[in-house]
């Protein structure tokens, strides 16, 4: 089973890299449309260059951001926890633990 956030990091960098190759063909001709060969050269070396280069750190830093959101996620889920102990709650405790492994 695939991930929510790996749907959305996998949509985010598919994204950058329709936006890389755009903003190239924009650059070098000022427009999009009917580039013919040469357009094909810019639009296949902007994508190379995207998948070789921008694509890696793009995954690089969505996978801190995923780490981080993971991590006060975490930290959250435990004071839930804790707090559910405290008061000797056990559907809060049982809701809590259930977002672990969902």
Do not use: C
């Amino acid at each position: 089973m695939v991930s929510r956030w790996t749907l959305i990091k996998n949509f985010i960098v598919e994204q950058l890299k329709g936006a890389a190759v755009k903003a190239a063909l924009i650059k070098f001709f000022g427009t999009t449309l009917g580039l013919g060969i040469k357009g094909w050269v810019i639009k296949t070396a902007a994508t190379t260059l995207f998948e070789d280069i921008g694509e890696p750190i793009a995954r690089m830093v969505l996978n801190q951001v995923g780490y981080m959101y993971d991590k006060i996620e975490g930290k959250v889920i435990i004071a839930r926890i804790k707090k559910a102990q405290d008061e000797n709650n056990p559907g809060d405790y049982n809701s809590a633990i259930d977002d672990i492994y969902s």
